[in-house]
């Protein structure tokens, strides 16, 4: 699927329960038609991950997921020997009395022993439908593994030693997100678009909880993001992102509310702020100056 305009594309997306405004339509826009990696950086919880979602049910094409964390490696993101396969393998050989043979050592090399991973399968897959390859959280990995990104992303070949080298027929789109616990660096930026994913207008925030739980209460979706864009105002250590807000308005529909009330706050604060210290700090203020706050604001 290829995108006339911006607008189908917003469209598009909006058809698939993602609210977008022009701006973040046209970076992606511009990364599918350019071909080049999205970098999203934004608090988490603000929607970076789901755009990579969306994308792949929209275009029908494959999700390759690559979670980020500290220590990643080669055997994590590329590929790794299936060494228990191989040394089967081997036994079998030895068995046939051919295991020193110059075509069993290559035998037991061979792509079939490959355990691949989300890189190598995104090169693969290409050949058939481009994947949407997400790397996600990029900010937790290391510096190591951005600077062999960049290679990545320029070539997208992998060389393996015992193969040869493996080359992307189609590359794929990559959407990078980051949530800024450390700057990403200036060469990776680069190489991608960027777009800053903020926390949503009170408007946008009630058509995100209208497309993705459209069997709320219109009265109590406008008041839970009434009170959650209340809440980003106040001075929490970590403020509620929209995955907050649509859990809270979920966890309310399951218990068949049609509005809020500071019961209900109370009881389900569990569902909009993950650290002790903010429900202490939300419950010292009073749930109900909250709820007024919130009203007037």
């Known amino acids: 699927m290829t995108f006339e305009s911006i607008d189908a594309l917003q469209g598009e997306l909006a058809a698939n329960a993602y609210v977008a405004d022009r701006s973040l339509s046209t970076a992606i826009y511009l990364a599918l038609k350019l071909n080049k990696p999205l970098l999203l950086e934004g608090e988490a919880g603000v929607g970076k991950t789901e755009i990579a979602k969306t994308l792949s049910r929209m275009l029908d094409r494959p999700l390759i997921r690559l979670q980020c964390y500290e220590g990643l490696d080669v055997n994590n993101t590329i590929y790794e020997w299936n060494y228990a396969r191989q040394m089967l393998q081997i036994r079998l050989l030895e068995a046939q009395g051919v295991a020193q043979s110059e075509s069993a050592v290559k035998e037991i090399f061979g792509p079939e022993f490959l355990i691949k991973r989300p890189l190598l ?132 529909v399951a218990l068949d509310q049609r509005a809020l009330s500071p019961l209900v706050v109370e009881d389900t604060l569990g569902a909009i702020l993950k650290y002790q210290d903010d429900v202490a700090q939300v419950r010292g203020q009073g749930v109900t100056e909250l709820l007024r706050r919130a009203s007037a604001g």
């Open 121 to 252: 399968q995104a090169i693969e897959a290409s050949a058939e439908k481009p994947p949407i390859l997400l790397i996600d959280e990029i900010d937790r990995a290391d510096e190591e593994f951005e600077a062999f990104l960049l290679e990545l992303l320029s070539d997208w070949q992998i060389s393996i030693p015992e193969i040869g080298t493996l080359r992307a027929e189609q590359p794929p789109t990559v959407i990078i997100t980051s949530n800024r616990t450390r700057e990403v660096h200036d060469a990776l930026k680069r190489r991608c678009l960027f777009y800053w994913v903020d926390y949503p207008t009170l408007d946008k925030e009630l058509l995100i909880v209208r497309a993705r739980i459209p069997e709320a209460d219109a009265t109590l979706a406008k008041q839970v993001v009434m009170v959650v864009q209340e809440l980003r105002r106040m001075d929490l250590y970590k403020l509620p992102g929209v995955a907050e807000t649509l859990d809270w308005v979920a966890a309310l």
